[in-house]
Nanobody, 125 residues
Framework: QVQLVESGGGLVQAGDSLRLSCAASGRTFSRYTMGWFRQAPGKEREFVAAISTGGRTYYADSVKGRSTISRNNAKNTVYLQMNSLKPEDTASYYC???????????????????WGQGTQVTVSS
C-alpha cells in the first residue's frame, strides 16, 4: 500500500511558476514509476508527466519545455516544477504510482494503482 499526498498548489498569475510535491509513504517508493495527471472542471483527466524508476522522464506536449518532473527517492517525494504557467493549466493536479515498466503505458491513468487526493492549481490571466 502506498499513500500519496500532494502539496504546492495555489493561485498564481499567468507566467508564474509553481512546484508541486507529492510525498509517498512506504519503503518501496523507488520501485514505482510516478506520474502527474490533471483534471479541469468538465474535462477528462489528462497525463502531464511521468518519471520512471530509472529517472527517465515523459511529458505531455502541452507542458513539454515548461515543466520538469523529478524525484528524490531518499525523501520518497516526486516533484513537478511548472514554469510559464498559462490559464489553461488550471486544474486539480494528482500524483500517481504504477509498477508498469512500459514507457508507452505511462500516459494512461488506468495503469496507475495509487493516487493522491489532488492539489488545485489556478492560473489567472
Amino acid at each position: 500500500q502506498v499513500q500519496l499526498v500532494e502539496s504546492g498548489g495555489g493561485l498564481v498569475q499567468a507566467g508564474d511558476s509553481l512546484r508541486l510535491s507529492c510525498a509517498a509513504s512506504g519503503r518501496t517508493f523507488s520501485r514505482y514509476t510516478m506520474g502527474w495527471f490533471r483534471q479541469a472542471p468538465g474535462k477528462e483527466r489528462e497525463f502531464v508527466a511521468a518519471i520512471s524508476t530509472g529517472g527517465r522522464t515523459y511529458y505531455a506536449d502541452s507542458v513539454k519545455g515548461r515543466s520538469t518532473i523529478s524525484r528524490n527517492n531518499a525523501k520518497n517525494t516526486v516533484y513537478l516544477q511548472m514554469n510559464s504557467l498559462k490559464p489553461e493549466d488550471t486544474a486539480s493536479y494528482y500524483c500517481a504510482a504504477t509498477t508498469v515498466v512500459d514507457g508507452t503505458a505511462f500516459r494512461f491513468d488506468y495503469n496507475y494503482v495509487y493516487w493522491g487526493q489532488g492539489t488545485q492549481v489556478t492560473v489567472s490571466s
